[in-house]
């Protein structure tokens, strides 16, 4: 599907009321790169499940259509994060880690990055929190899409 300027029409001797012929084309998805870095690094042994699961075609898709509505050539969204174990309130029953995200600080509402925040958010959150980690950390994450 070729976007662009149809030449019949750009070759005539008369103004043409329409140049453009088709829709311009959205940039392919295919090819974006999901990174993932943590500032500072958690040193645990299940952090690595982290960056794996934001590979993860289904998170990679939605990350991808968050990039899309943000029509930048990079997307990078900074997310604190914190897993801390949470002790049972019965002796019988383990504890279990809780993922908490930090709220967005310092952007401005309504914002094109405040839109990319808000969205790669809804994406990240219920990806971590599915995970099972076994280790307590507090980092920075920084998603990067492009």
């Given at each position: 599907?070729?976007?662009?300027?149809?030449?019949?029409?750009?070759?005539?001797?008369?103004?043409?009321?329409?140049?453009?012929?088709?829709?311009?084309?959205?940039?392919?998805?295919?090819?974006?790169?999901?990174?993932?870095?943590a500032?500072?690094?958690?040193?645990g042994?299940?952090?690595?499940?982290?960056p794996?699961?934001?590979?993860?075609?289904?998170?990679?898709?939605?990350?991808?259509?968050?990039?899309?509505?943000?029509?930048?050539?990079?997307?990078?969204?900074?997310?604190?994060?914190?897993?801390?174990?949470?002790?049972?309130?019965?002796?019988d029953?383990?504890?279990?880690?809780?993922?908490?995200?930090?709220?967005?600080?310092?952007?401005?509402?309504?914002?094109?990055?405040?839109?990319?925040?808000?969205?790669?958010?809804?994406?990240?959150?219920?990806?971590?929190?599915?995970?099972?980690l076994?280790?307590?950390?507090?980092?920075?994450?920084?998603?990067?899409?492009?």
């Amino acid at each position: 599907a070729d976007a662009g300027l149809e030449p019949s029409l750009l070759a005539g001797s008369k103004l043409a009321d329409r140049y453009l012929t088709k829709a311009p084309t959205r940039p392919s998805t295919d090819k974006l790169a999901v990174s993932v870095t943590a500032s500072p690094p958690p040193t645990g042994k299940t952090f690595a499940l982290v960056p794996d699961k934001l590979n993860e075609p289904d998170v990679r898709g939605a990350l991808a259509a968050c990039w899309t509505a943000y029509q930048k050539e990079a997307l990078s969204v900074t997310i604190g994060v914190k897993v801390a174990y949470i002790a049972s309130d019965y002796e019988d029953e383990p504890g279990a880690f809780a993922v908490k995200l930090d709220p967005p600080a310092g952007l401005a509402a309504g914002s094109p990055e405040a839109a990319a925040d808000a969205c790669v958010r809804q994406v990240v959150e219920p990806a971590l929190k599915s995970l099972r980690l076994a280790d307590a950390f507090a980092t920075r994450l920084t998603i990067t899409v492009k």
